[in-house]
């Protein structure tokens, strides 16, 4: 399988196929850095990093996956560059594709890293678009594999929540790319756009993958391998929706109840992380006390530190993921 040179901005940018290598990819190098004989394939590459929102897995595991093989990166923000308000996304890509092996970018538009992939001789990766988040999708799959042993075509899972976002959009698109059984369980106003719903109906077609959305989390639970939630408010919606959105969203909160609806002991829960579970963090804090929700916003404290979480596998794999996709695309491998 050769990916040289390929951009990773949204998951159907590849086959299920060239998706599924870059799992098993990431398999082979958890293991090989866990045995402590990982061989470097990026030694002397260096890769931009441009955050136009915030992070901790994403820009860590970038950090990490390049250190362990061997390559050096540079963490650039809009307060600390020009990248932004100074200086364009086409001047940009054209001025790092000069230093740099390959160029992540996590910010709002997925027009904005369309266009530094067009004006970048270099790979480009989205890290996060309000549309997109296929680097998390690739970690999200290979933590369902080694958590049911199955591959992505024989998976069930739900997600639960806000769908008309980068998590729902993706979770949706790569269902059906890789051919899982995916419910949607959310209100009719949440659920992924038609055009998003378009796209995974004619992939499904073509994978076998199943699709079901749903108002009724009781009736898409039943049989699931894995539910998924995520934040209710993603980063750079308004404060204000907070209200709306827990109005909306409240009957779908991941509980023991929700969960023990999968009618399987060994369900798993799933978050992309970070999440609200607790009063820990000044959100987590100021929502509850707002809506009373003491237990935890989109699951509760229960269900994320109960022995059916993976959420921690799930962020793990985020590293090896993205090592994976960097030494397919700019490594010796
Ligand atoms: N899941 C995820 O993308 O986490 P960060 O926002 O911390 O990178
Ligand atoms: N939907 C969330 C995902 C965070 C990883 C957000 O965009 O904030």
């Not at 369309?114 to 001789?121: G, I, V």
């Not at 899982?180 to 038609?194: E, F, G, M, N, V």
């Amino acid at each position: 399988m050769n990916l040289k040179n390929r951009d990773f901005l949204k998951e159907t940018d590849f086959t299920k196929e060239e998706f599924e290598y870059l799992i098993d990819l990431a398999i082979e190098l958890k293991a090989a850095k866990k045995a402590r004989n990982e061989v470097k394939y990026m030694s002397g590459r260096s890769i931009a990093l441009i955050f136009e929102k915030t992070s901790t897995r994403t820009r860590c595991a970038f950090e990490v996956a390049a250190f362990d093989q061997g390559a050096h990166t540079t963490y650039l923000d809009g307060a600390s560059s020009q990248v932004g308000h100074k200086e364009s996304v086409a001047d940009t890509a054209r001025v790092l594709s000069r230093y740099y092996d390959a160029i992540e970018y996590r910010g709002k538009h997925q027009a904005m890293v369309e266009e530094l992939a067009q004006f970048s001789d270099v790979p480009v990766y989205n890290g996060l678009t309000d549309e997109w988040h296929p680097t998390q999708m690739l970690a999200d799959f290979m933590t369902m594999m080694e958590h049911s042993g199955k591959r992505p075509g024989d998976i069930t899972f739900t997600y639960v929540g806000d769908a008309r976002s980068n998590m729902g959009n993706s979770l949706l698109v790569t269902s059906a790319l890789l051919g899982s059984d995916i419910r949607i369980a959310s209100p009719k106003q949440l659920w992924p756009a038609q055009d998003i719903q378009n796209i995974a109906n004619e992939l499904a077609a073509k994978s076998g993958g199943r699709i079901t959305l749903t108002e009724d989390m009781d009736s898409a639970l039943p049989g699931s391998d894995f539910v998924h939630t995520d934040v209710w408010v993603s980063m750079g919606e308004s404060e204000e929706i907070w209200k709306e959105r827990v109005e909306l969203l409240g009957g779908y909160q991941v509980n023991d109840v929700a969960l023990a609806k999968a009618g399987n002991a060994d369900a798993k829960f799933m978050h992309c992380l970070p999440g609200f579970h607790n009063e820990q963090t000044t959100v987590g804090r100021a929502i509850a006390n707002k809506t009373g929700m003491h237990e935890g916003l989109e699951v509760t404290h229960d269900v994320f530190e109960g022995p059916n979480s993976v959420v921690f596998d799930q962020a793990e794999n985020r590293l090896h993921t993205i090592k994976a996709i960097m030494v397919a695309t700019i490594g010796d491998k």
